[in-house]
């Protein structure tokens, strides 16, 4: 009995331990922003490897998604006659809620996992207290420059992933099912508010942040050897992509 | 100076440094040598703030660094340099950019300048035409020469080397021996070596530690070491099976 109680403790106050950690290491990394952002040049390079190299598999999923949109939407809306709203239905599923969670995991899955591995073998192989022993902060060089990038980046992405989801639904509500394509974008222009945009904008900024930041201190506290580096990169996926879903219904309920 | 007084350290349940003592002459070479996993790396990174003590203190010159704040500990790590068991170069960039990223980030020398100056440190550690080639591409040797390099060239008052010829051949490991006692001859840094490389070290290191179960066993000359009439020393040295030190193999 005396046994479990200290199991069941030890586990409390570790992953107390880690959660504290975890605040602490994303409260430093916004100070570092503030006080030591990173050279321009370190942070341009983390744009092009977030945002840049991620722009094929953003559009690629913002088609697909516009183009079901557009075909779900179809049938829904006809069901009532009312398939004029397609353009609205699809802008609005998307710049409101798909466009910035469906962004964030793509860029969840090609550059936080990249981010961790990264980190997480340069702690492996000693290179951060490499870093560390020069007097140089490594929060400096290798934390600030990816969260500034994430945080120019995301809002980015979720605005082509947007643009690309509406244009995948107007192929083909309008080109294959034959909906009127005046009404796809007037509808969608009288519907949708400054206030619709603004909050898929906010929700993208702050996943950029959640990326950066699961990323980065998945990363800088892996494991030992390859193993541990494996374990930080798929625990830093999964953690990142339901802290994204979690923090969306926040998010959502306090911007409606 | 650096001293290090009743230092413990445990990772879990496993203790690795047990009441660590030990003072680190000035200007002068002290090796550090005992049985794999005893914690040798463990205390070096002590020394330089990497790593802080359950228990104990560290002093560096006289300044306890125990508990700093990461700016004031910064300041203290301005005196020192570290060369790392395996280099711990950077991966991402070529041997040039390795070299000379401590002169980029922590000085206003000029491009120029900074060619120049990573240039003379290459050259003084016989390296030539690697400037282009990434670690990846250089054999365990250079790596070390490199990372000696870079180690040395903001003239650090404190140099720790960390296994520097672990995985080595007898010849090259004889060279880096010999330049790292010529460069501490040259420059007057205060060394500490943690090392396996018996008898090799004796012939760099002004002073000998033996470090045994988290403790300094015995410290001394090399030649007191050598003579050494403690079981467990005399068992190190000679590399014996037989003795209280437990090879782990059955």
Redesign the interface.
């Known amino acids: 009995m005396t046994h479990f109680l200290r199991t069941i403790g030890r586990g409390t106050i570790g992953q107390l331990q880690e959660l504290g950690n975890c605040g602490q290491f994303l409260a430093y990394a916004l100070y570092s922003i503030l006080r030591r952002p990173g050279r321009p040049v370190h942070i341009l390079k983390q744009v092009n490897f977030i945002g840049t190299k991620s722009l094929f598999v953003i559009v690629l999923t913002a088609a697909f998604t516009g183009m079901v949109l557009g075909l779900q939407g179809y049938y829904t809306l006809t069901k009532f006659g009312s398939e004029g709203m397609l353009g609205t239905a699809v802008a609005l599923s998307l710049i409101r809620e798909l466009g910035p969670v469906l962004s964030a995991l793509m860029v969840t899955g090609r550059a936080g996992s990249a981010i961790t591995a990264e980190i997480g ?2 702690r492996i ?3 951060i ?2 870093m ?6 490594p929060y400096k060089y290798l934390i600030s420059p990816k969260f500034i990038a994430a945080m120019i980046s995301m809002p980015l992405l979720c605005g082509i992933f947007d643009v690309v989801g509406i244009y995948g639904g107007w192929v083909v509500g309008v080109k294959l099912l034959g909906v009127n394509p005046g009404a796809y974008f007037s509808e969608m222009y009288k519907s949708v508010e400054w206030k619709d945009v603004y909050s898929g904008f906010v929700k993208s900024y702050s996943f950029g942040i959640i990326i950066a930041w699961i990323g980065c201190y998945k990363g800088y506290y892996a494991g030992h050897g390859a193993e541990g580096v494996s374990k930080a990169t798929t625990e830093s996926v999964v953690l990142t992509s339901v802290l994204i879903l979690v923090w969306d219904y926040f998010l959502t309920s306090v911007l409606l | 100076m650096i001293e290090l007084i009743n230092v413990h350290k445990s990772f879990g349940s496993q203790t690795v440094l047990n009441g660590l003592n030990l003072t680190i002459p000035v200007g002068k070479t002290t090796a550090v040598i005992g049985p794999s996993g005893e914690g040798k790396s463990v205390m070096l990174k002590h020394m330089i703030g990497l790593l802080q003590p359950d228990q104990g203190d560290v002093l560096v010159e006289g300044t306890s660094i125990v508990g700093l704040r990461r700016s004031q500990l910064n300041q203290v790590r301005e005196k020192f340099a570290m060369v790392f068991q395996n280099a711990a170069l950077f991966d991402s960039m070529t041997v040039y950019e390795n070299v000379a990223f401590p002169l980029e980030e922590k000085t206003s020398l000029s491009r120029s300048e900074i060619e120049d100056r990573v240039a003379v440190a290459l050259q003084e550690v016989g390296l030539k035409n690697v400037n282009h080639k990434y670690p990846d591409e250089l054999s365990g040797g250079m790596k070390k020469r490199v990372g000696l390099a870079r180690a040395l060239l903001l003239q650090p008052q404190i140099v720790l080397f960390d296994e520097p010829t672990t995985g080595l051949d007898p010849v090259i490991r004889r060279a880096i021996h010999q330049l790292i006692k010529e460069t501490q001859e040259k420059f007057g840094f205060t060394a500490v070596i943690v090392s396996h490389d018996i008898p090799d070290i004796f012939d760099v290191a002004h002073h000998i530690a033996m470090l045994y179960r988290g403790e300094i066993l015995q410290f001394g000359t090399p030649s007191e070491i050598q003579t050494s009439e403690h079981p467990v020393v005399r068992q190190f040295i000679s590399g014996s099976l037989d003795g209280p030190i437990n090879s782990g193999v059955a």
């Open positions: 073998i340069m192989s000693e290179q207290d490499a560390e022993t020069m007097a140089l902060d």
